[in-house]
């Protein structure tokens, strides 16, 4: 009777291990950051310091890949839309679009909708504004020595409004995708006749 368990237990560790060798690994992907500099060096090293509430957090999508003419990276990660308090550089607009890396190992940061924030972002790979765990980029309640530092900032001077809805921008692909098939099937029944 113990040499069955013993053989059963042998068996199907011979069977894991044996398995074992199919598995493989998954790179990890670790974010790394240096030290950042103080909040004036910071503040020239950036392209845009800003605070502001955040409006709207969108997942970036990659279906852009699939048109045969796109030929730009693709890119995941967050689109993040704020309502801009107060500016030391590069914004003047009451709104702005920041765009963050993914969580994890891609160094984005977790922006909440509602919370606020002082924001230091630069151009980086697509010419967009772009900001990352790496920055001095905090939550404005904790970024309190920054704000001294940074001094009283500018009210934005212009208006703008980027909040967009996902169901404005689907049901128009969605209308203009029914539109072009009626067209093509009208069109392939008038010319049968």
Excluded at 23 to 50: H, M, N
Excluded at 52 to 81: A, C, H, M, S, Y
Aim: proline share 6%.
């Amino acid at each position: 009777m113990v040499f069955r368990n013993v053989q059963g237990i042998l068996t199907v560790f011979s069977v894991v291990l044996l398995f074992t060798f199919f598995i493989q690994p998954f790179p990890a992907a670790a974010c790394s950051c240096a030290r950042p500099p103080d909040p004036l060096t910071a503040k020239d090293q950036s392209a845009a310091v800003f605070t502001g509430k955040v409006l709207q957090v969108n997942e970036r999508t990659d279906w852009l890949r699939w048109l045969p003419f796109w030929d730009k990276p693709e890119r995941g990660g967050f689109d993040v839309i704020f309502e801009v308090q107060s500016t030391w550089k590069g914004v003047d607009q009451t709104q702005v679009q920041i765009v963050t890396s993914g969580l994890g190992g891609a160094c984005g940061i977790p922006f909440q909708p509602g919370q606020e924030y002082l924001v230091y972002a630069s151009y980086w790979e697509l010419n967009e504004l772009e900001t990352n765990i790496c920055t001095r980029t905090a939550i404005k309640s904790d970024a309190g020595k920054d704000l001294l530092a940074l001094g009283p900032g500018a009210m934005p001077i212009s208006s703008a409004n980027l909040v967009w809805n996902d169901y404005v921008f689907t049901g128009t692909v969605v209308i203009i995708s029914v539109g072009i098939l009626f067209y093509l099937f009208w069109f392939q029944t008038k010319r049968r006749r």
